[in-house]
């Protein structure tokens, strides 16, 4: 079976991206299926960023970025929008968002790992809660959408999207493809140094507590106070900071 990362979805993903999920996870081994990768990237000359809901890693045949839009859907005019149980919302063209997905990850990919080359992909996008659907325009031809139908045979329905795309002439071994998933879904161990912790004791110890600096104001009309205390309990900062005050 495909490797799937996460290999559990959290409680709030949305429905029809668990019924793209459940679909994509009956795939064949060695495809890799990651669910919800971030990305940001210069956009229109401007930083921006987005999010893939699935991307697909196989060695011979290459990347598919899936984007996946739950409920009924219309288009008017252009403009997209979607119709679930909470009402109709305008929403961004999910091809769109696809193929910004597509290209801004292929870019980091090859950008963070120069040797792997030239990268096919391609990309869909899932209409899980549809049966079937009329054509979308030039820029989704039904060769690129997947519809509820189309989820019980994932397995075909992904062959047919790489054929579409082209993607059957790549090969790259099985430690380069886990390469490049490790970049999209990194496993990183970030501990702090001895250095950090001292260094925030030693603010901490430094710092004037309330009980602190309620004493230091009293002593503005004491010209002598004895200050007792057990060793660490502030006695040489309150010196130090009503010597400051006197100065």
Same mark, same amino acid.
């Given at each position: 079976m495909a490797t799937v990362i996460p290999? !559990?979805?959290?409680?709030?993903?949305p429905g029809s991206e668990r019924k793209v999920y459940a679909a994509l996870s009956r795939l064949p081994d060695p495809w890799y299926v990651l669910h919800s990768v971030a990305w940001q990237s210069v956009r229109d000359g401007r930083p921006g960023d987005g999010e893939a809901d699935f991307v697909l890693i196989h060695p011979s045949r290459g990347i598919l970025v899936i984007e996946v839009k739950g409920g009924g859907i219309r288009i008017e005019g252009g403009q997209w929008v979607t119709q679930g149980a909470d009402g109709a #919302? /305008? +929403?961004?063209?999910p091809f769109e968002q696809a193929t910004s997905s597509k290209h801004a990850l292929i870019r980091y990919l090859? @950008?963070?790992? /120069?040797? +792997? &080359?030239? +990268?096919p992909a391609g990309h869909a996008v899932a209409f899980p809660d549809l049966a079937s659907i009329d054509r979308l325009g030039p820029a989704a031809p039904p060769a690129v959408v997947i519809t509820r139908s189309e989820l019980d045979d994932i397995e075909q329905t992904i062959e047919e999207l &790489?054929? #579409? $795309? =082209?993607? !059957? &002439? $790549?090969?790259v071994s099985e430690k @380069?493809?886990? &390469? *490049?998933?490790? *970049? *999209?879904?990194?496993?990183?161990?970030?501990?702090?140094?001895?250095? =950090? @912790?001292?260094a925030e004791v030693n603010a901490r110890l430094m710092a004037l507590t309330d009980q602190q600096v309620a004493i230091l104001r009293a002593m503005r009309r004491i010209r002598r106070a004895i200050v007792e205390g057990g060793a660490g309990t502030g006695k040489t900062v309150l010196a130090t900071e009503r010597a400051r005050m006197l100065a």
């Open positions: 290999p !559990s979805l959290p409680p709030d993903t #919302h /305008p +929403i961004k063209d090859r @950008e963070n790992h /120069p040797d +792997i &080359g030239m +990268i &790489g054929r #579409h $795309w =082209d993607l !059957s &002439g $790549w090969k @380069e493809a886990k &390469g *490049l998933v490790a *970049l *999209l879904a990194p496993t990183t161990h970030v501990r702090r140094l001895l250095v =950090d @912790e001292v």
